[in-house]
């Protein structure tokens, strides 16, 4: 994928604030630190184009960038680790329940999981919130580099192994040397280009 050009759009985190320039929308979701800024630098071979922190839950806010005048894409809060307060979390709680309950440019959830750590039990739960509406997303092992090969091919496998149980596709990925970043793109642009589609009004984070 050639990328000519890569901006940031805005952050929000209210409905009503979201961009509203119609382009389908890829999200990423993961947990705190998982390297979901770091994979948009690297797709968009944009360094500093997402902001990416040591701080785990230094994103507040969902962060929309526009690729090639084409695609959207959403940085959603991550989850996990974050030492916030009980009313920071419950924020950001009820705007990540928004984004997925009404966001109709949505075309793809990017679920991003340290390859090492492999998908926890709420990541699951939430993987079988998606089969069970339909909902098209990818689970994207990330942080490969940081394994030999021995022990890359052994948690790829495993990986592999927990998502056939939500029948979603894996994909492995560095974003230190952009291994897994065409292959990525190839879906991006796969699914982009279909019709458009939403979800159902039930909310997965209230059960």
Known sequence: MKITKAIFVKSAKDLA????GGFAEVAFAGRSNVGKSSMINCLVQ???LAHTSSTPG???LINFYLVNGEVSFADLPGYGYARVS???RSEWKRMVEEYFLHRKELRLLILVVDVRRGLEEDEKAFLLWLKQRGIKAVIVGTKID???RSERVRAMRILREQAKEFGMDVFEFSSRSGEGRDELWSRIVQVCGEGSWSFSGENFFSQ
Not at 17 to 20: F, K, L, T, V
């Open 17 to 20: 604030d979201y961009p509203s």
């Open 146 to 148: 940081k394994l030999n």
């Open 58 to 60: 230094k994103t507040r």
């Open 86 to 88: 009980r009313e920071m």
């Open 46 to 48: 944009k360094r500093g």
